[in-house]
Structures are given as structure tokens and as C-alpha cells.
């Protein structure tokens, strides 16, 4: 019980073994009466307080640390000593003679005596300032960090070896449509179909194995459902315990990808009609060739000639001429649906090449396209416009060992065709001979 002078009956800890184990456990040992003052205080909190024992005995938190800054010091041990409670927690000390704030892990207990009584209060404090510093760098740091690679326009990831996701950006979160928690420490499976996932984790395995940074396009689909296209660097990484991991960095490409095909789409297509040009043709036109001779498949090609268009052009102006273009190629898309190849190999030229038809379905193609042109109408000032077409037909045979000896001999039929008055189609149906074998009106 504490005597006259409000010092506690603290014979136990006075005595010499006990103060020597209290003075090298490592931490700030001391008792309190029960109005705060100190009873005992071992070698770490004399020297915290700059004073010997005998000054700190009797004397509260307030002569050391002052009022200001120490408020929650002083409800923490009302808590104890009031209410018997015993408290772990984070505690901050303003030092009043150097105004230094430091920070302290304490435990709390009230003291008893035999009957249960509460006499005073016994507090453990470890200085953890530097830990708690060095902690708020590092989330400082991280904050920071976060803050970087969540504005970055990328997909920003980490993955192990056995693929579970071990960190992701905020943008990798809105691509799969959830939170970053969500995705740490899920596999790859579980957040995108397995077949896409397989393919990632196989060229996964493959950086893990060599060990080089690999950069490619990938495609995936996000949340929304729409198909995005991503430029991605992925490196091989390995963790302070050696453990193997790859770091992604995907940057979204998509509207890059989208002009990419546009522009490829333009230069293989005609700007006034939307149908292959005459480049993008002849290379499909090869390819067929070849693979039409390998195979033993028939293969057709029908070109074409507007009848009269420069006197078009010449009497109606070129904007009436690009008219006339325009409701040409849509009679033939009309007509063929989705047979074969329309390109527009000259001004008023066309071609129509026709992978696995033989000569006499070409030819009635052909006429098919011929009679929808002859009976369109086309409204010009006073008048009606009607336009026609001439047709050449000619199908591959064993002895054509180029793409051009079927297009002349397609070229000599439409010659042909305009020799024997126009509107008309004309096929030839092998090589040796040398003019239309057959002509239709």
C-alpha cells in the first residue's frame, strides 16, 4: 500500500536482483501510484528522463512530458487504473526537455495488492520511433508508388511461377472488372477464360525458362466485353528469396491496332467504291491461282468494262461518273453475295475472281450481274440514266502456269464482248482458241 509520502510499498523490485533484470530486459519499465506518480522506474526511463531514482519518484508524466501532446497518455491510464484495465497499444511521448515526439509499443496493467485492491500501475514500453519512421517512409514511399503505376495507361502485374497474381494496378482491376484485392493471390484461370489463360501461361513458362524479356501484342477481352489490344513487355523477376515471378506491363493499343487495320484496310481497298483495289487483287488473285493448281480446283475469273462510261464522264461530269461506279458495284455485290473476289482494277475496270467455279457458273454470274445492271435506273436532271456492262469469262486451265495467261485470256473474251457490240458476255474456253467460242446477249 502506498505510505505518507505516496511512494509504493515496492520492496520486491527494490530489491537489487530484481532492479538489475529490470534494468537490462531491453525496454522502459515503471510503477505508478495511483494518481500517476512514479514508485519505480528502471535504467532505460532514467535516462529517457534525464534525472536519477530518486529525483522520479513521486513526481507524474506532466513534470517530464509536459500537458500538451500527452492527453491521450493521461485517459490510457485512467483506464487502467480506474477501470482495472489492461491496454496494448501505440503510445506517443512528448519529450519536454528536447520537444522530441517519440513513439512507443506500451503494455498496461494495473498493480494489486493481496486483496485484489488496486494500488498503482505498471507500464512496459518498447521505443519502436525508429521502426515507426522508417514504417511511414515506406508507406509514404508506396503511397507514392501506387500512386505512379495507377495513373500509368497501362496494365501493371506480377506473377509467380505456379500463376497466381501476386500485384496489380488499378487499371489491370478496371480491365477485369473487380478490385485489385481480388485479383492478388488468384491464378490467372480464375480471372479470364481458361484457353486465354492457358495461352498466357505458356509463353509465361517460356520467359521463366529463359529468363528473357519478351515483347509482343496481345489481345484481351475486358470487362465490358469488348476486345482490347495491348502492347506488353514481360520480364523474368526473381524475389529476394530467389523465388521466380514475371513483371507485365501491357499498354493499351487498341485504337492504335484500329488505324493499323484502317490504314491496311485503305490501302488494299478502293476510296471511291469500298471493294479491293487493283494491288490488294492481284495478290489474292495469285494466292488463289496457286492454290486452285495444287488443289485441282476450279477457278474463274470475270472481267468487266462499263459500256460508254468516259462519254458518262464527259456529258454528266465526274460526279455523275462516280455515281455510275458506285451503283455498278452494288448491282454486282447484288449479285454475287458472297461469292468470290470484286475488285476495281482500273476506272471503269472490274474484276470478279471465283475460287471453286467453274467456267459455266462464272458465266452465268456473270449474266446475272449484266442483266441487274442493264435494268438499273439512275435519276440524273430531266432523265433517266441506264448504264450497261460487257463481260469476259475464262476458267483455269492445266496449261496456265501463271495468274497472267488466265487474266488475258479472261481480257481477250471481254475484247470480245466489246467487238460484238457491248452489253453482252463472251467466255473463252481454253486456251488454244483465239476468240469467243460463245457469246450471250
Same mark, same amino acid.
Given at each position: 500500500?502506498?505510505?505518507?509520502?505516496?511512494?509504493?510499498?515496492?520492496?520486491?523490485?527494490?530489491?537489487?536482483?530484481?532492479?538489475?533484470?529490470?534494468?537490462?530486459?531491453?525496454?522502459?519499465?515503471?510503477?505508478?501510484?495511483?494518481?500517476?506518480?512514479?514508485?519505480?522506474?528502471?535504467?532505460?526511463?532514467?535516462?529517457?528522463? #534525464?534525472?536519477?531514482?530518486?529525483?522520479?519518484?513521486?513526481?507524474?508524466?506532466?513534470?517530464?512530458? #509536459? +500537458?500538451?501532446?500527452?492527453?491521450?497518455? =493521461?485517459?490510457?491510464?485512467?483506464?487502467?487504473?480506474?477501470?482495472?484495465?489492461?491496454?496494448?497499444?501505440?503510445?506517443?511521448?512528448?519529450?519536454?526537455?528536447?520537444?522530441? *515526439?517519440?513513439?512507443?509499443?506500451?503494455?498496461?496493467?494495473?498493480?494489486?495488492?493481496?486483496?485484489?485492491?488496486?494500488?498503482?500501475?505498471? #507500464?512496459?514500453?518498447?521505443?519502436?520511433?525508429?521502426?515507426? /519512421?522508417?514504417? +511511414?517512409?515506406?508507406?509514404?514511399?508506396?503511397? $507514392?508508388?501506387?500512386?505512379?503505376?495507377?495513373?500509368?495507361?497501362? *496494365?501493371?502485374?506480377?506473377?509467380?511461377?505456379?500463376?497466381?497474381?501476386?500485384?496489380?494496378?488499378?487499371?489491370?482491376?478496371?480491365?477485369?472488372?473487380?478490385?485489385?484485392?481480388?485479383?492478388?493471390?488468384?491464378?490467372?484461370?480464375?480471372?479470364?477464360?481458361?484457353?486465354?489463360?492457358?495461352?498466357?501461361?505458356?509463353?509465361?513458362?517460356?520467359?521463366?525458362?529463359?529468363?528473357? /524479356?519478351?515483347?509482343?501484342? &496481345?489481345?484481351?477481352?475486358?470487362?465490358? %466485353?469488348?476486345?482490347?489490344?495491348?502492347?506488353?513487355?514481360?520480364?523474368?523477376?526473381?524475389?529476394?528469396?530467389?523465388?521466380?515471378?514475371?513483371?507485365?506491363?501491357?499498354?493499351?493499343?487498341?485504337?492504335?491496332?484500329?488505324?493499323?487495320? &484502317?490504314?491496311?484496310?485503305?490501302?488494299?481497298?478502293?476510296?471511291?467504291?469500298?471493294?479491293?483495289?487493283?494491288?490488294?487483287?492481284?495478290?489474292?488473285?495469285? !494466292?488463289?491461282?496457286?492454290?486452285?493448281?495444287?488443289?485441282?480446283?476450279?477457278?474463274?475469273?470475270?472481267?468487266?468494262?462499263?459500256?460508254?462510261?468516259?462519254?458518262?464522264?464527259?456529258?454528266?461530269? !465526274?460526279?455523275?461518273?462516280?455515281?455510275?461506279?458506285?451503283?455498278?458495284?452494288?448491282?454486282?455485290?447484288?449479285?454475287?453475295?458472297?461469292? %468470290?473476289?470484286?475488285?476495281?482494277?482500273? %476506272?471503269? &475496270?472490274?474484276?470478279?475472281?471465283?475460287? %471453286?467455279?467453274?467456267?459455266?457458273?462464272? /458465266?452465268?454470274?456473270?449474266? =446475272?450481274?449484266?442483266?441487274?445492271?442493264?435494268?438499273?435506273?439512275?435519276?440524273?436532271?430531266?432523265?433517266?440514266?441506264?448504264?450497261?456492262?460487257?463481260?469476259?469469262?475464262?476458267? $483455269?486451265?492445266?496449261?496456265? &502456269?501463271?495468274?497472267?495467261?488466265?487474266?488475258?485470256?479472261? +481480257?481477250?473474251? $471481254?475484247?470480245?464482248?466489246?467487238?460484238?457490240?457491248?452489253?453482252?458476255?463472251? *467466255? $473463252?474456253?481454253?486456251?488454244?482458241?483465239?476468240?469467243?467460242?460463245?457469246?450471250?446477249?
Amino acid at each position: 500500500m502506498p505510505d505518507s509520502t505516496g511512494n509504493c510499498d515496492f520492496i520486491a523490485l527494490s530489491n537489487d536482483s530484481y532492479r538489475l533484470l529490470l534494468d537490462e530486459v531491453g525496454a522502459f519499465v515503471y510503477t505508478t501510484d495511483m494518481v500517476g506518480r512514479y514508485t519505480f522506474a528502471n535504467r532505460m526511463v532514467l535516462q529517457l528522463l #534525464g534525472h536519477p531514482l530518486d529525483y522520479v519518484v513521486g513526481k507524474d508524466i506532466s513534470h517530464f512530458f #509536459g +500537458d500538451k501532446g500527452n492527453e491521450a497518455l =493521461r485517459e490510457t491510464d485512467e483506464r487502467v487504473l480506474r477501470g482495472g484495465e489492461t491496454i496494448a497499444r501505440e503510445e506517443s511521448n512528448l519529450i519536454l526537455a528536447t520537444g522530441e *515526439l517519440r513513439t512507443y509499443w506500451s503494455t498496461k496493467k494495473p498493480l494489486r495488492d493481496a486483496t485484489g485492491q488496486i494500488i498503482g500501475m505498471i #507500464g512496459i514500453s518498447h521505443d519502436i520511433t525508429e521502426k515507426k /519512421r522508417l514504417e +511511414d517512409k515506406l508507406r509514404r514511399q508506396k503511397e $507514392l508508388l501506387d500512386a505512379l503505376v495507377d495513373n500509368v495507361d497501362a *496494365l501493371i502485374y506480377m506473377k509467380d511461377a505456379n500463376r497466381r497474381f501476386l500485384y496489380a494496378n488499378r487499371r489491370m482491376a478496371d480491365a477485369f472488372g473487380c478490385s485489385v484485392d481480388q485479383i492478388i493471390g488468384s491464378l490467372d484461370v480464375d480471372l479470364m477464360p481458361a484457353e486465354v489463360a492457358e495461352r498466357f501461361w505458356q509463353q509465361d513458362q517460356k520467359i521463366l525458362a529463359n529468363g528473357q /524479356r519478351h515483347a509482343c501484342e &496481345e489481345s484481351l477481352v475486358d470487362a465490358s %466485353g469488348r476486345l482490347r489490344h495491348y502492347w506488353s513487355v514481360i520480364i523474368p523477376w526473381a524475389g529476394p528469396d530467389g523465388t521466380p515471378a514475371i513483371i507485365g506491363l501491357s499498354t493499351d493499343i487498341t485504337e492504335l491496332h484500329a488505324l493499323k487495320e &484502317e490504314l491496311q484496310r485503305q490501302a488494299r481497298a478502293d476510296s471511291l467504291t469500298g471493294i479491293a483495289n487493283r494491288r490488294s487483287f492481284y495478290e489474292s488473285a495469285e !494466292h488463289e491461282f496457286a492454290r486452285s493448281r495444287l488443289q485441282g480446283r476450279a477457278l474463274s475469273l470475270i472481267t468487266i468494262d462499263i459500256d460508254f462510261f468516259k462519254k458518262i464522264n464527259d456529258t454528266l461530269g !465526274h460526279p455523275m461518273g462516280d455515281r455510275v461506279l458506285q451503283e455498278f458495284v452494288a448491282c454486282c455485290q447484288d449479285a454475287l453475295r458472297t461469292e %468470290g473476289l470484286l475488285a476495281r482494277t482500273g %476506272g471503269e &475496270e472490274f474484276c470478279i475472281l471465283l475460287p %471453286g467455279t467453274d467456267l459455266d457458273a462464272a /458465266r452465268h454470274i456473270a449474266e =446475272r450481274i449484266r442483266e441487274q445492271t442493264q435494268a438499273r435506273r439512275i435519276a440524273v436532271p430531266a432523265q433517266e440514266l441506264r448504264i450497261s456492262a460487257s463481260f469476259g469469262v475464262a476458267g $483455269l486451265c492445266d496449261t496456265d &502456269e501463271r495468274f497472267e495467261t488466265l487474266y488475258s485470256r479472261a +481480257d481477250l473474251a $471481254l475484247y470480245a464482248a466489246k467487238q460484238q457490240g457491248r452489253n453482252r458476255t463472251s *467466255l $473463252l474456253r481454253s486456251p488454244a482458241q483465239e476468240g469467243a467460242s460463245s457469246s450471250m446477249t
